[in-house]
Each structure stands twice: as structure tokens, then as C-alpha cells.
């Protein structure tokens, strides 16, 4: 039980611990992408205005004026290897182009554009206006000349960003490698406490019920005793000793019940070895037999349905006590003139037991509480006079015990069905 704990806190943990890296490596990963490309696109705005004094003198002479590098004014910044510089009049026809790279897409007439073209390759483009004086009339307002492009290769920052994505998911890795390894150590320094009042707890309710067992045999035979001799007993006193002996077996019952639920919490494992092959379908038989006087009583119909033979490895008596629970609890809530059918099946290698009734039936909310210990609802099932409050939770440890489990399903008014799946000797 405490091992499944410790995984489900270790599971949650590294999620928990997933999500903050992963919000933290998205974090990172987009400031560290957007300042690369602020960057480029500084770069690339300070290329293109370097270029803008020369805009009249590539007009003039187009390409043989660039061919004199010691001239241009951009030549210690410009990388033609990797960038464009490009020159456009008014009407938006190249003038002159410098550089490796080539660009398939047209220019767009506007004063100051950015933009990144993604085919034929990841590119990024910086577009400023030129604008020129009249050197005859310096009071008439510039007059568009045309406009310079710059460009730049994205490979660069594309290899940058995958370094940069490696590197924090290895870190990621890394850290939830170190996470786990920490988280083991944390969860089973979590989970100690916890289990040492657990085991203190079950401790106690063994040793407990196992002290109050002598002193209820003792005042179970007193009263035994007094009873057989009734001329010693005042009239009045009858009633008296027979709430005393009732009251005595009930806290009888109740404590046998605990101590066997506090021994199977233990880890019984080396009991495996008692076990023995069992007829499921002999069990059943049995305690049908054994319950039939308690149904006519009742007049209820038990139905029987054996679709397969099955048999499992286990203790007889416990088998016996988890189904007798199972269908006395049945006969019990089921009013008269009503049904409880039992079927026996197999899928695969479970073996599938299910008491079905027609009985007053347990509320939706009400059956994820059937199997707790003591449990009762006034609108659902009360717990029968005599009886423990315990008889589901034995009958769900007893299955648990035997590597199976039990589900229940129920509609108020119309009964309840429970079923059990062991898994079948091989």
C-alpha cells in the first residue's frame, strides 16, 4: 500500500517539477530568440542607413562604383557571405545588389518595412526610404529616391536556437534525473511518518482486540452460566441478561472482525504457502445449501448460473467468508418475493463470481463508501442488527489478499450487483 504511495508522490513530483522546467526552458528560449533577432534586425537597420549616403552615386554608376570597396562608407560591417545589400529607385527596380545572397521576392514600397521570408530559405529583410534635396531649391521638402534593402541569412540564429534547445533539454533531463533520484529520498522521508502511525494504529487495533476477546468470554459464559439456571434469576433480570448476551456477541463479533482485518493489513506474504487449490463452484454450492432455510424464510428465489468450472489458489476459509458476506448480505436487503442471482464465468484468466439482487439497492454517491470500514447511510444500506459494519471491507481484503478485486454497481429501488475477479490457478 505504502509503496504505490511513495510512486504516485515520486509521479507527482517529477510532473510538477516537468512543468516548471518546461515553462521555465519555453521562458528562456523565446527571450534568448527574441533578443537574437532584435539584434539581427539593429544589424540590419544600421547596414541599410550606412548604405543611404551612397544611394546617389550607385544610381549614377550602378554596379562599378561598389566595385571600388575602399570607397563605400559600409564595407567594415557588411558580411557577403551571409548578407544583401540591394538598391532600388522610386518604382521599386534594383539598381545594384551586393553580396552572395539573392533574394526571389519583390520589394515592398514602403518608407521602413521588416520582414522575414521563410522560402526559398529562412531570411530576414530590413527595407529603409532614401530621400533626397533638391541642391537648386534646398526649400522644397525631400523627394523620394528610391530605397536600400538589406538581408540577412537566418542559419546563423537557426543554428544558435538549436544549440540553445539542446542544451536545455539536456539540462531538463538532467535535472529531472537529479529529481527523481532526490524525490525517492523525499517521498520515503514523506511517507515514514505516515506509516509509522499506520502501523502503530493496526498495531493497536490487534493488540486491542485481541485483549478484549478474554474478558468478553469471560462475561459471554457468566451470563451462559446464569441463564442455565433461571430459578436462580429474578423474574425481572431475564430481559436484562439477554441484552447483556447480545451485546456480548456483537462486541464479540466486532472484535474478531478488526483483528482479522488488522492481520491482513500485515504483510502476510509467507502465508501464500498455506494455500490450496479451491473449486469456486464447490464453495458456492455449499454456501448456497447452507443459506437456502435463510431465503425461504424470506421467499426469495436463489438463482444459480455456472457458465464455467474455475478454480483458484488460496484459503478456503477465507473464500468461504468473503462470499458468505457477499450473499447474505444479498438475502439480507432484498425484500420478499425478490431475487439473488449468483454466476459463475471466466474471462481470460480471472474467474468472475457476481451476486446480483433485487433489493432496496445503494445511491451513486454512496458506492465509493460501500467498502469502507463502519460505513453506513441512512439512504442507502443500514448496517443489519447483529452485524459488524465491517462485512464489505473483509470481503474487499480478502480479494486483495487473493491478487483479485470487487466492483459494485447499483441503481436504488431496482438491487445492487457485486462481482468478484480472482485470478484463476494456472
Known amino acids: 500500500m505504502f509503496q504505490g504511495l511513495r510512486w504516485r508522490l515520486l509521479w507527482y513530483q517529477l510532473t510538477v517539477m516537468a512543468a516548471i522546467l518546461s515553462v521555465f526552458g519555453i521562458g528562456v528560449y523565446v527571450f534568448f530568440s527574441r533578443n537574437l533577432y532584435r539584434q539581427l534586425d539593429q544589424k540590419l537597420q544600421t547596414l541599410a542607413q550606412a548604405a543611404t549616403p551612397s544611394f546617389a552615386q550607385v544610381k549614377a554608376k550602378g554596379n562599378r562604383y561598389l566595385d571600388r570597396v575602399n570607397e563605400v562608407p559600409w564595407r567594415d560591417i557588411f558580411n557577403r557571405e551571409q548578407q544583401s545589400l540591394e538598391w532600388f529607385d522610386a518604382e521599386g527596380k534594383r539598381l545594384a545588389r551586393r553580396g552572395t545572397l539573392e533574394l526571389e521576392f519583390k520589394l515592398k514600397l514602403r518608407s521602413q518595412t521588416l520582414e522575414q521570408i521563410r522560402k526559398p530559405g529562412q531570411v530576414r529583410a530590413y527595407t529603409v526610404s532614401v530621400f533626397l534635396r533638391d541642391s537648386s531649391d534646398p526649400k522644397q521638402p525631400p523627394i523620394l529616391h528610391?530605397?536600400?534593402?538589406?538581408?540577412?541569412?537566418?542559419?546563423?540564429?537557426?543554428?544558435?536556437?538549436?544549440?540553445?534547445?539542446?542544451?536545455?533539454?539536456?539540462?531538463?533531463?538532467?535535472?529531472?534525473?537529479?529529481?527523481?533520484?532526490?524525490?525517492?529520498?523525499?517521498?520515503?522521508k514523506a511517507v515514514e511518518p505516515v506509516e509509522r502511525s499506520f502501523n502503530y494504529l493496526k498495531q493497536f487495533t490487534a493488540d486491542a482486540s485481541h485483549e478484549l476477546r478474554g474478558?468478553?468470554?469471560?462475561?459471554?459464559?457468566?451470563?451462559?452460566?446464569?441463564?442455565?439456571?433461571?430459578?436462580?434469576?429474578?423474574?425481572?433480570?431475564?430481559?436484562?441478561?439477554?441484552?447483556?448476551?447480545?451485546?456480548?456477541?456483537?462486541?464479540?463479533?466486532?472484535?474478531?472482525?478488526?483483528?482479522?482485518?488488522?492481520?491482513?493489513?500485515?504483510?502476510?506474504?509467507?502465508?501464500?504457502?498455506?494455500?490450496?487449490?479451491?473449486?469456486?463452484?464447490?464453495?458456492?454450492?455449499?454456501?448456497?445449501e447452507l443459506l437456502e432455510p435463510f431465503a425461504q424464510n424470506k421467499e426469495i428465489t436463489l438463482n444459480c448460473?455456472?457458465?464455467?468450472?474455475?478454480?483458484?489458489?488460496?484459503?478456503?476459509?477465507?473464500?468461504?467468508?468473503?462470499?458468505s458476506n457477499l450473499l447474505e448480505n444479498a438475502i439480507q436487503y432484498t425484500p420478499s418475493g425478490g431475487t439473488v442471482d449468483i454466476r459463475i464465468s471466466q474471462y481470460n484468466r480471472?474467474?468472475?463470481?457476481?451476486?446480483?439482487?433485487?433489493?432496496?439497492?445503494?445511491?451513486?454517491?454512496?458506492?465509493s463508501s460501500v467498502f469502507n470500514r463502519f460505513w453506513r447511510a441512512d439512504k442507502a444500506r443500514s448496517r443489519r442488527e447483529g452485524g459488524s459494519g465491517l462485512g464489505l471491507a473483509i470481503a474487499q481484503a480478502i480479494a486483495q489478499h487473493h491478487g483479485g478485486k470487487i466492483t459494485v454497481s447499483s441503481k436504488v429501488g431496482f438491487g445492487s450487483c457485486f462481482e468478484v475477479r480472482l485470478p484463476i490457478a494456472s
Open 215 to 288: 474478558p468478553l468470554t469471560a462475561i459471554k459464559a457468566s451470563v451462559q452460566v446464569m441463564r442455565n439456571h433461571p430459578e436462580r434469576i429474578h423474574p425481572k433480570d431475564t430481559k436484562k441478561l439477554a441484552a447483556i448476551a447480545n451485546a456480548t456477541t456483537q462486541m464479540s463479533q466486532l472484535t474478531q472482525d478488526l483483528l482479522f482485518l488488522a492481520r491482513t493489513d500485515t504483510d502476510v506474504s509467507h502465508r501464500t504457502q498455506e494455500w490450496i487449490l479451491i473449486s469456486l463452484n464447490k464453495i458456492l454450492q455449499d454456501l448456497l
Open 305 to 323: 448460473q455456472w457458465l464455467a468450472k474455475v478454480s483458484v489458489v488460496g484459503d478456503k476459509a477465507q473464500l468461504n467468508r468473503l462470499f
Open 146 to 188: 528610391g530605397f536600400i534593402r538589406a538581408s540577412q541569412s537566418m542559419e546563423e540564429i537557426e543554428r544558435v536556437q538549436r544549440q540553445l534547445l539542446l542544451g536545455l533539454g539536456m539540462g531538463g533531463v538532467i535535472s529531472l534525473g537529479l529529481a527523481s533520484i532526490s524525490g525517492i529520498w523525499l517521498t520515503q
Open 350 to 367: 480471472f474467474a468472475i463470481v457476481s451476486v446480483k439482487d433485487t433489493g432496496i439497492g445503494i445511491e451513486q454517491e454512496y458506492l
